[in-house]
């Protein structure tokens, strides 16, 4: 199969979860998928797969420099399935954080719509959207906690 295929099939796959968790974050069917965690399960796979058929690539891989990681997205015929594996983790963990987030806020009462840049911010931009999430949250605790 090729990476591009991959690539296209994995990127869409994490559409539906993130535009559910948007626009109808209680619905039975939106917590069942996001906290099922099926479609990060999905990506954990393919990227293992990735990983292990390329063994070779990464056993060279100097991950304790920068360099070192340059190197391994160019390594020779590996990498667009290095680079998909890449992307697949940041998918497979902003996704999971998103499903954090929503579940936090619905504990704590936040209000869904101070949710959706944070959902927003954490799918274009991961720890953006995290930290929107906490400064979010604590404005949200000190208002109400000096309210009761």
């Known amino acids: 199969m090729q990476a591009e295929l991959v690539f296209n099939i994995f990127n869409t796959l994490i559409l539906p979860p993130w535009l559910l968790m948007v626009v109808a974050p209680r619905w039975w069917i939106t917590q069942k998928l996001v906290n099922s965690y099926i ?10 797969v990735i990983i292990f058929s ?18 391994l997205f160019v390594a020779a015929g590996g990498a ?5 594996a ?3 983790h940041y998918l497979a963990f902003d996704l999971l954080v998103g499903t954090w987030i929503l579940n936090d806020s ?39 906690a000096k309210n009761e």
């Open 86 to 88: 890449a992307w697949f």
């Open 106 to 144: 619905q504990k704590t009462g936040i209000t869904h719509w101070l949710i959706i840049p944070c959902l927003f911010f954490t799918f274009m931009l991961g720890p953006t959207g995290f930290l929107l999430y906490h400064l979010i949250k604590w404005a949200y605790t000190q208002v109400v």
């Open 39 to 48: 479609v990060p399960l999905a990506l954990a796979v393919a990227y293992v």
């Open 54 to 71: 390329n063994l070779q690539g990464i056993a060279s891989a100097d991950f304790g420099s920068l360099k070192g990681i340059q190197a």
């Open 80 to 84: 667009p399935f290095f680079a998909a």
